[in-house]
């Protein structure tokens, strides 16, 4: 079943009270810092001096490997001490911590930690890392000082789904989020931040949804370690109301696990498009299988493409190469990642064929200045936004730049020298403009009952945003100067380059 498009705000902007603050910053941002640890065996006596040196109000409890078992908050003492007397000085800590430990992403948004407090009924979530290591503590207190408005739209509906019906009613909120965001005035690469967060969590748990389900049908667990990927706009942070799926697998198994790895893709893929996050057109799901392979052959298809260097292979490398982890091992993509732009960056040659591509994407603006429409319509990805993600993209890839979200990647450039600030702000605010008109657009088209797009009707914009429009596309059409500069000047080809 295809669940149709998000449905149309059914409540007017003003209405919703949003605190975008929630939206704009991740966990690691506001956590309380340098996690403090302390072994099973660990007494009271000895943990409450450490609580007091630190002028902490909870320890978190760690195994020999660093992963947290749990955690003791001050309460948990008074209980104790309550519970036992004097004796509870010598009790080991392992004894009154409270298990299994609740956490919660370093990147994920704060949001998600302002819904799952509540949803498990506890006062402090435990912020790991990328490996799953213990960074930081965030508490309900500190939430509850930063919260300024009485309704989140989101919580932490889609970790505590179990149906894709769950998780359909997620995803039928975004419309309403991103309304409410842009009528508080949040910047608009906020706004797709937070929807391409909730599209990412959506497919992670989708993915767990569907081991689960081949655990209870006698699929046995994962054959090996795996991580899930979602690529494009969604691993970039830059998805709008008219999403559909792209993703993959990487697993550290060999060809002989295939077959569960493909059924956990297809149950994934079935679940997202139940739920409303539809099939990918073209194909690019980690339920077929050149999306999902070992660290070997991604290493292999990765070079393939590098030495192809010419239509699918290109638009392969688009898709890819933004990739984010939304589910498992995730130190399968990390590696993935690096193997990824070492590749690219052995291959001057590919780099520029890369660059060569933003020539050949044309204007959205005619020789006179007037808009190029087809039906009506200015298509603001092919001749606005996607300029400036490849451009950004190709130099992020050329210098080994980890982040994938565009601006991300400008600010980089822009800190190790590669890329002027007066460019990049340029393009980035261009980004900004186009991402809000477009934002705009599928809201309103929502509300028409049309299918949301990157395409937009210029007639219905007033004076000033036309004209914001123009100067946004104007700023497109000089992305490949900006590129071939910096990339002419650092990219020497031999004789002998690949």
Same mark, same amino acid.
């Given at each position: 079943m295809n669940t149709p498009s998000p449905p149309a705000p059914s409540r007017d902007p003003k209405s919703v009270r949003l605190d975008s603050f929630l939206y704009r910053h991740r966990v690691a941002e506001v956590m309380r810092g340098s996690v403090v640890t302390v072994a099973p065996d660990t007494s009271l006596a000895e943990?409450?001096? !450490?609580?007091?040196?630190?002028?902490?109000?909870?320890?978190?409890?760690?195994?020999?490997?660093g992963r947290a078992r749990g955690i003791a908050t001050e309460r948990d003492f008074l209980r104790a001490l309550a519970e036992t007397g004097m004796d509870a000085a010598a009790t080991p800590i392992s004894r009154i911590m409270s298990v299994p430990v609740k956490t %919660?992403?370093? $990147?994920?948004?704060?949001? !998600? *930690?302002?819904?799952?407090?509540?949803?498990?009924?506890?006062?402090?979530?435990?912020?790991?890392?990328?490996?799953?290591?213990?960074?930081?503590?965030?508490?309900?207190?500190?939430?509850? &000082? +930063?919260?300024?408005?009485?309704?989140?739209?989101?919580?932490?509906?889609?970790?505590?789904?179990?149906?894709?019906?769950? +998780?359909?009613?997620?995803?039928?909120?975004?419309?309403?989020?991103?309304?409410?965001?842009?009528?508080?005035?949040? $910047?608009?690469?906020?706004?797709?931040?937070?929807?391409?967060? %909730?599209?990412?969590?959506?497919?992670? &748990?989708?993915?767990? %949804?569907?081991?689960?389900?081949?655990r209870a049908d006698g699929w046995g667990d994962p054959p090996a370690p795996w991580c899930v990927l979602i690529l494009g706009s969604g691993g970039r942070g830059e998805s709008g109301l008219a999403p559909d799926q792209d993703n993959a697998i990487v697993h550290a198994g060999s060809d002989a696990d295939d077959a569960w790895f493909a059924e956990a893709g297809a149950r994934m893929a079935r679940t997202l498009d139940d739920a409303g996050l539809p099939y990918c057109k073209g194909g690019v799901m980690a339920k077929n299988p050149e999306w999902r392979r070992t660290e070997a052959g991604w290493r292999d298809e990765i070079g393939r493409w590098i030495r192809k260097?010419?239509?699918?292979? +290109?638009?392969? !490398?688009?898709?890819?190469?933004?990739?984010?982890?939304?589910?498992?091992? &995730?130190?399968? *993509?990390?590696?993935?990642?690096?193997?990824?732009?070492?590749a690219a960056q052995r291959s001057p040659l590919f780099l520029r064929l890369l660059a060569a591509e933003l020539e050949n994407r044309g204007s959205a603006i005619g020789p006179l200045g007037f808009l190029r429409t087809e039906q009506g319509r200015v298509d603001i990805k092919?001749?606005?936004?996607?300029? %400036?993600? *490849?451009?950004?993209?190709?130099?992020?890839?050329?210098?080994?730049?980890?982040?994938?979200?565009? &601006?991300?990647?400008?600010?980089?450039?822009?800190?190790s020298g590669v890329l002027g600030a007066d460019d990049a702000d340029r393009l980035s605010q261009a980004l900004g403009v186009l991402t809000g008109l477009m934002l705009e657009q599928q809201i309103a088209d929502l509300g028409d009952r049309r299918a949301p797009s990157t395409r937009i009707d210029p007639k219905r914009l007033t004076r000033p945003k036309r004209q914001a429009l123009k100067a946004a596309l104007r700023a497109c059409e000089n992305t490949a100067a900006v590129v071939q500069g910096p990339l002419s000047q650092t990219l020497a080809i031999s004789s002998g380059a690949s």
């Open positions: 943990a409450s001096r !450490v609580m007091i040196r630190q002028r902490i109000g909870s320890l978190v409890v760690a195994d020999s490997e %919660i992403a370093e $990147d994920a948004a704060l949001f !998600v *930690a302002m819904g799952r407090m509540p949803r498990l009924g506890i006062n402090h979530l435990v912020v790991v890392d990328g490996r799953g290591l213990p960074v930081g503590v965030i508490s309900a207190s500190t939430l509850m &000082r +930063l919260r300024s408005a009485e309704t989140l739209i989101f919580g932490d509906e889609v970790a505590a789904a179990e149906t894709a019906q769950d +998780l359909a009613r997620a995803f039928h909120c975004l419309p309403a989020l991103a309304q409410g965001l842009l009528a508080e005035g949040a $910047d608009p690469l906020v706004v797709v931040g937070a929807i391409s967060a %909730i599209y990412r969590d959506m497919t992670g &748990r989708a993915a767990e %949804i569907a081991a689960n389900s081949m260097k010419e239509g699918e292979a +290109l638009l392969s !490398v688009d898709i890819f190469f933004d990739f984010a982890p939304a589910f498992g091992e &995730r130190t399968l *993509a990390d590696a993935l990642r690096r193997d990824a732009l070492a092919r001749g606005g936004t996607m300029p %400036i993600v *490849a451009a950004a993209r190709v130099m992020a890839l050329k210098h080994g730049v980890t982040a994938t979200g565009t &601006r991300e990647r400008l600010t980089h450039l822009v800190g």
